[in-house]
């Protein structure tokens, strides 16, 4: 071989490890910034390439949990990428908004998983003792004043009332609404508010609405610092709203049966859902087939021990 096609090629091979350096070093720069923890994965506000590209980088997306069943990757995305709405990603945003809300969803019902032991153990120290002590039944205040149940001199009462209010929410109900409330994320309150479930603050705080209001009270739309924030209010305002005791009452019902509650079986009890129009448990019902989303509600969050792997 001659010195000259020796130094081509050694030349070639050199633009090549440049061109695929400088492309890692791109494809890096150009991922979300986010922290790995014990926990999970949590990627601050980006832009949808970003994301996307990021989703990509982990092998995530919702096909597998959808019909293999594998467990959904400890992936929590802060906020709706704020282009969204761009009309380029007409066609791969209903799956990129379910990528990144059901990650968040099942973490918000991890947490009130992790509130509903705490109240159970309250209750078993009732059944055992007769009664509580006074540490426990200051922690039993606190929890009936979150979920906003009366005060009764009847601990039996109490319980009754509390432990059916502190349970987690079917996640394909709660994927639909937000799909259904924000446009897949594209409405303004969502991208900019993380307020994908247009919730409604009457004491003067949060965002001032685009639609035009009728006379008397004035409300705002509920801002959130992150997804999860908006994930857990939702959760709190089904599970506290008196026009959803139907459903607190049949998803205690399913609990008793060790039955698994599905949201297209329920979703008719959304039907005084405040605001919302009276076909909403119609859209919801449509959504969940549309997308074929009922193998979401058996679904769960990978173990801690292999995020952190």
Do not use: C
């Not at 070639?12 to 922290?35: E, K, N, W």
């Not at 006074?134 to 009332?161: A, G, Q």
Request: proline residues 6%.
């Amino acid at each position: 071989m001659n010195k000259a096609r020796l130094y081509a090629i050694v030349g070639a091979v050199a633009f090549l490890l440049l061109t695929a350096a400088g492309l890692f070093i791109f494809m890096r720069d150009d991922l979300p910034s986010f922290q790995e923890t014990e926990e999970g994965i949590f990627v601050s506000p980006a832009k949808t390439a970003q994301l996307q590209r990021f989703f990509q980088s982990r092998h995530y997306n919702m096909l597998p949990h959808l019909t293999e069943k594998e467990p959904v990757p400890r992936i929590f995305v802060q906020s709706v990428p704020q282009d969204f709405n761009k009309e380029k990603y007409d066609e791969v945003r209903p799956a990129l908004f379910y990528e990144i809300m059901l990650p968040v969803i099942l973490r918000a019902n991890e947490t009130l998983a992790a509130e509903r032991e705490q109240v159970m153990a309250l209750k078993e120290e009732f059944d055992k003792t007769g009664d509580l002590t006074k540490e426990s039944m200051d922690k039993l205040k606190e929890w009936i004043t979150r979920y906003d149940v009366k005060l009764s001199d009847d601990l039996d009462t109490l319980f009754n009332t509390l432990i059916p209010r502190v349970d987690a929410v079917t996640p394909t109900l709660l994927l639909t609404m937000a799909a259904q409330d924000s446009g897949f994320g594209t409405s303004r309150y969502a991208r900019e508010y993380n307020a994908v479930f247009n919730q409604r603050d009457w004491d003067g705080n949060g965002a001032v609405p685009d639609e035009k209001q009728k006379e008397g009270p004035q409300y705002r739309i509920k801002v959130f610092p992150s997804l999860y924030e908006a994930v857990l209010s939702q959760i709190h305002y089904l599970n506290t709203n008196g026009y959803f005791e139907n459903y607190r009452i049949a998803r205690a019902k399913y609990r008793r049966s060790h039955n698994l509650m599905r949201g297209y079986s329920v979703a008719h009890l959304l039907i005084n859902f405040p605001y919302k129009p009276f076909k909403y448990p119609d859209i919801i019902k449509h959504l969940i087939l549309q997308y074929e989303l009922t193998p979401l509600d058996s679904q769960s969050l990978a173990t801690v021990k292999s995020a952190a792997e």
